[in-house]
């Protein structure tokens, strides 16, 4: 297969499967695991094929692990503060996803555009309907997806410092 199907094929699997996750997180406040599942097989798939993002094995592997300890502490510190339940382990393993396609640098891009987006989607929304929305909760998944995807085409694209650390040469 040439680099450019696996590369089209990835954005289409992603796309379709984050876009399928948001939708169904937004009307509902669930994410299937079944939808996740199927987006784990295919980053595995596209792992063996060759990223075309240039991550191998153990960045997908270390993404994986490394995003589900974050999140994970988040949803622990959170809940244990707010006193009731404050993330969905379908968050978490949505970010776990998002570390096999991407790796472990993306997380702090991928937290900051999904945080960012959900705020203002559910800010928008408030104020058009004037009342609190998802019985006080904001769904995460559908900014995650955004977030997930949007870093995912930033690496296709090569913005450094979405898969690996960025280095500078002398001059820059």
């Known amino acids: 297969m040439t680099a450019d199907i696996v590369a089209y094929a990835s954005v289409a699997m992603l796309a379709g499967g984050l876009g399928t996750l948001a939708w169904i997180d937004f009307k509902t406040g669930y994410l299937p695991d079944i939808l996740q599942i199927a987006l784990t097989i295919a980053a595995v798939l596209i792992l063996a094929l060759g990223s075309p993002v240039g991550i191998g094995w153990i960045d997908a592997t270390l993404g994986a692990l490394i995003n589900t300890a974050v999140f994970w502490g988040l949803r622990w510190i959170v809940t244990r503060a707010k006193g009731r339940e404050a ?34 989607a559910v800010g928008f929304a408030s104020l058009i309907k004037q009342k609190a929305l998802w019985r006080g909760e904001m769904p995460l998944g559908p900014g995650l997806a955004i977030g ?21 040469k002398p001059g820059f």
């Open 148 to 168: 997930i995807l949007a870093a995912y085409l930033a690496a296709l694209w090569g913005v450094p410092g979405i898969v690996g650390p960025t280095v500078l």
């Open 87 to 120: 993330m969905g382990l379908g968050d978490v393993k949505l970010v776990a996803v998002g570390g096999l396609w991407l790796g472990p640098w993306a997380l702090p891009y991928i937290m900051a555009l999904s945080g960012l987006l959900t705020l203002a």
